[in-house]
């Protein structure tokens, strides 16, 4: 054996003896948050794909990638509306590889609530989902995020700048998470780097009311066409990957809606 082909047989070795990277994708059964767990799974990262009520689907992507590459993808189920419930999740996250090196704030509620119609139901559910569930699920994972130089990527809105006519509510939420991934950028680093991706029209609401609005959108973007969930998740990969000197950034990848009027 050459001392070229040994060197090269220990470095595949502890290539494979090295445990891969685990991220935590909440929301990740559909749409969305199920490109980003395609797209992370492909760059050799481990996904635990946190669901709620879509099982079905949940299951169905888990195994799909866990086909390509065994093991690689579990599934975690929280009520993300239940505090406790989403402490629990941080918990049971890190200890199904036993590390936790990436956390992913996916999850989302998003409806009308035009002003006069705003109940606390409504406060509860879009506050919860978009605000409440990532400040508690972060807080539950920064020790684990620590211990690894981890990070995190919060799925914000281009709405939490330019608020939605009828949708004060989730406008709100999302400047909330849009602030908290600035403030939580300072309070974990500089061990755990926290950005944002601010998603423009990218995918038709699944609520037919709202797609008149969303083609709106897609006309005031500077490409004049809607984009894809590839393009938030590579976005996303970027940002937990490969960008070492960028935190406490929100990037908005809406073509070009943000720079308009």
Not at 4 to 14: G, K, R
Not at 63 to 80: G, I, T, V
Request: charged share 20%.
């Amino acid at each position: 054996m050459t001392g070229e082909t040994q060197v090269l047989e220990t470095s595949a070795a502890a290539s494979e003896s090295r445990p891969h990277e685990v991220v935590l994708i909440t929301g990740a059964a559909r749409r969305i948050g199920a490109e980003i767990a395609r797209t992370l799974h492909r760059a050799d990262i481990n996904v635990l794909l946190h669901y709620r009520g879509s099982r079905e689907a949940a299951a169905t992507l888990a195994a799909e990638l866990n086909a390509d590459r065994p093991d690689s993808a579990r599934l975690l189920q929280a009520d993300l509306l239940d505090e406790r419930a989403t402490m629990d999740l941080g918990a049971r996250a890190v200890a199904e590889y036993g590390h936790l090196n990436y956390l992913v704030n996916n999850a989302s509620t998003f409806y009308a609530t035009p002003l006069g119609t705003i109940t606390g139901e409504h406060w509860h559910d879009l506050m919860g989902s978009n605000l409440k569930a990532p400040l508690f699920l972060t807080q539950a994972c920064a020790h684990a995020l620590h211990e690894t130089g981890g990070a995190v990527v919060n799925i914000v809105d281009i709405h939490a700048l330019r608020p939605l006519k009828g949708y004060p509510l989730y406008s709100a939420a999302k400047a909330g998470l849009w602030a908290l991934t600035q403030a939580f950028a300072r309070e974990l680093g500089p061990d755990v780097r926290v950005n944002g991706v601010a998603p423009g029209a990218i995918l038709l609401p699944e609520d037919l009311a709202n797609v008149g609005t969303h083609e709106a959108m897609v006309e005031r973007t500077a490409l004049k066409r809607q984009g894809h969930p590839s393009d938030i998740a590579r976005t996303v990969l970027f940002l937990l990957r490969d960008a070492p000197y960028i935190t406490g950034q929100v990037v908005p990848v809406d073509g070009g809606r943000s720079a308009s009027q």
